[in-house]
């Protein structure tokens, strides 16, 4: 968790460059950068861990996004052009160090059951709402105590410090790249059931970038304003308890059956916000609307572990997360023209044919994921 924090305190961006040119049109065009290059990059950084193994690659871009970050301090506090700084923006943003991928490949490795291990994934998904929700108060506290330029130079620390500190656990040292496999190494996708889940991840992306969007529309057409944090934030939190609740039971339909239903149920879970009338009602619909999205993560979590190729692990759980975090970008870009044209419940509406449209996609190439199921991945393998 403190290695993935980072993820979390990208607002620190946000308002450093709003803070230093006093324009929210560059702010906004710097972070977008940011995670533009980091969806981009992540795919190459997962290949390079699969190839030298996870400490080499994860400290050596900890290096460079903290001076990235800090370079980006200096440039915006220096009034550098606005296409400077978003080209800083996007360099930091390709040297992430890829931790949550690199987390997932050494589940299989510490956890043997397999039972156990899918729990583990639950829990995985639980942690990132962690850091989405703890980020943002880490950036504000630092703002309201100093200023954006110490949430940023904060950013920096936590960065570098956090990664070292995941690259020097046993399980992150000891894990190896799989160079033992017959056959050429195969690009992650060229297993048809990984194009299956980049199409559901990109459709869950859409969903959630919509929700995110629409939560402050939702609360403009309440004409509750100050409620957008709380809307947003009980929509973490329920997806929070979603995951634990989801890892708490052992399930024995197959994975691939469930990541179905799963996003089926986000999909019915957030009809309540079409219907919300009061402020009340929608903190409660915010709620109910998460509780499906970490049990959705972890069922695809599980089946990119299953069907990763040979040697390929870490750069197919980039993908995957290539493919939500890109869902999700153009989601709130979508989403903003929604709210605009037809309020939240168009935002919302969207939201939901998108998640059914990922179960569709889910249901129909059941018997690609289902192929995996078999399998013995290189990760398990070494676990």
């Known amino acids: 968790m403190a290695g993935r924090l980072p993820l979390g305190m990208t607002l620190a961006l946000l308002l450093l460059v709003h803070d230093t040119s006093g324009s929210f049109g560059a702010a906004g065009a710097v972070v977008g950068a940011f995670g533009l290059a980091s969806a981009a990059g992540a795919p190459l950084l997962g290949r390079l861990v699969d190839r030298h193994g996870q400490p080499r690659v994860l400290t050596t871009c900890a290096a460079a996004e903290s001076a990235l970050l800090l370079a980006l301090l200096a440039a915006s506090h220096a009034h550098a052009p606005e296409l400077a700084l978003v080209a800083l923006g996007a360099a930091t943003g390709a040297t992430v160090p890829p931790i949550a991928a690199c987390v997932r490949v050494l589940w299989p490795q510490v956890v043997a059951d397999p039972a156990v291990r899918e729990t583990a994934f639950s829990l995985d998904a639980t942690v990132q709402e962690l850091v989405w929700a703890s980020g943002p108060l880490l950036v504000g506290g630092a703002v309201a105590v100093a200023s954006p330029s110490a949430a940023v130079a904060g950013m920096a620390v ?68 100050g409620a957008t944090g709380a809307l947003l934030a009980l929509g973490a939190v329920g997806s929070l308890c979603g995951g634990l609740l989801f890892g708490l039971r052992a399930w024995r339909t197959p994975v691939e059956v469930r990541l179905a239903a799963t996003l089926t149920a986000a999909a019915v879970l957030m009809l309540p916000l079409l219907a919300v009338q009061t402020t009340g009602e929608a903190l409660a619909a915010a709620w109910i609307s998460g509780l499906a999205w970490a049990p959705t993560l972890s069922c695809t979590y599980a089946l990119v572990g299953r069907l990763a190729p040979p040697g390929a692990l870490t750069e197919a759980f980039t993908w995957n997360g290539a493919a939500v975090g890109g869902g999700l970008a153009a989601g709130v870009a979508l989403g903003g023209t929604l709210v605009d044209a037809g309020g939240s419940a168009a935002a919302f509406s969207f939201g939901i044919a998108c998640a059914l449209a990922g179960a569709l996609v889910v249901t129909t190439r059941r018997r690609a994921l289902a192929g995996a199921a078999g399998r013995t991945s290189p990760a398990r393998a070494a676990g």
């Open 158 to 225: 936590v960065t570098l410090l956090g990664t070292a500190w995941f690259a020097a656990a046993p399980a992150a040292r000891a894990w190896a790249p799989d160079r033992h496999h017959d056959g050429p190494r195969l690009h992650p996708l060229a297993a048809p059931g990984l194009r299956v889940l980049l199409g559901s991840g990109v459709a869950a992306g859409l969903a959630m970038g919509t929700f995110e969007v629409g939560m402050p529309g939702l609360a403009h057409d309440l004409h509750a304003p």
